[in-house]
């Protein structure tokens, strides 16, 4: 087998502690694997004799022969030279690639280890054939692992790989499993560029089936994740185009009535439930995790906001997108105050590494904390802008665009203009009214309302979240301008029939309420 035909979609890295491979044989294991598709396997002994690690390896190396898989060693040049297997795999604080491709010569495989660009780049430099990216998320079968480094962290090396046009392949390593492999593969395309496998250790060896387990692996990695089958990540308007879309999208929520699933806080949720009901979904406000497996059955969205965050709430939320994101249903995240203290920037953290969030709706500070270097952004109060940052209209598009971009999906930055983007094209929206400013959890009904329409119209989730925006911000207006209007307080019941007026009127064909988008 030539060196470069290797396929890496699906590597296995044994494990011979107890704790994971149990009484099971690991030669019964591997074989196993091999048998439901393992395509690459890497041995990795850390506690064995000399002796016993050449014994081991010349039997698996007599197995994944007759299935034409490379055996890899891990560290142990010297072992790979004993049984003549196909290469090595070394970490950053074993041997040196050049060191070990002085010793294999130019027709072994060597894989590399790199948890950061700067690794990445050495290994590519330095002649690897491949580099197993990780760790990706925290596990239990390597207890010494430096950098956590998240989808996020591999999406970036395969932003790298793809701008460097590196032919070196990659996988990824690090709680890796059958319940997000799908997503991990998908999510982390950068630029076209995906990752060549991922590389499992537990999800295979401590399987109790692992022909199975590979088998079910082997599928997975193949298929887009469930919520992948409606993006439409190339999707490019003209503005125009969008408006023509709104009457269908509100007419598909009239029609459709779905389920708006609101995890949501404790402010708003009678004011949420009403715009719910207006804009014609059907609100349910159910904040227990345990309950959205069933609720993400029935079609819906779920909203998931922040703005009274707990311990056991965050859990809740985990629970709950990881639910909706197998069922294939709809998400959008409002990360109330997310920079504003240490537990919400972390909680962000979480829920966006949780899985896929099909939309993100927050103000300007928000939006910045959800970005990679945002993080350490400060907020004053849920309601303020970036501190310290002078953020230009040019600055504010290329901070929704690198978000939408980085996480394949639609970003709304609310304020006096709102910028919705998918990744290519900034729309902005400059309808709205101030007294929305004046009334508490007017954000977060804006997203219940985009939860309605990508509920509806999930076929193109750009073009419902700013069906969403002009619903909602138009209805402020004309409630605003109502002679009976006299405030903020008498806004409220004003604005709840205009939400209800505009989907009546767009149902019967009536769009002049549309001619005010700008
Ligand atoms: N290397 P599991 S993580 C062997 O980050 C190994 O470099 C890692 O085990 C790295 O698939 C890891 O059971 C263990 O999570 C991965
Ligand atoms: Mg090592």
Redesign the pocket.
Known sequence: MRKQDVDYSLYLVTDSTPAILGTKDICQVVEAALKGGVTCVQY?D?KSETGALIETARKLHAITKKYHVPLLI??RVDVALAVECEGV??????MTLVTARKSLGQDAIIGV?VSTLEELDTACRGGADYVGIGTVFATATKDDTKHIIGIEGVQQMLFYLSSSRSKVKSVCIGGINAANASQVMWQSMAKQKTLDGVAVVSAIVAAEDPEAAAKDLTRLIKTPPAFATHVKAEEQYRSAEILELVPEIIRAVHEKKPLSHNMTNLVVQNIAANVALNVGASPIMANYGEEAKDLAALGGALVVNMGTVTPEGLENYLKAIKAYNKAGQPIVYDPVGAGATEVRRSATKRILGAGYIDVIKGNQSEIVSCTPDGAQLQQRGVDSGPTGTDYNVAKLSSVVRDLATLRKNVVVMTGTTDYVTNGKTVYAVGNGHEYLGMVTGTGCCLGTTISAMIAAYPQDKLAATIAGLLHYEIAAELAAERDDVRGPGTFVPAFLDELYRIRLATVQGDLAWLKRAN
Do not use: A, M, S, Y
């Open positions: 990795r850390k891990n560290d795999h070394i970490g950053q604080d074993d280890t």
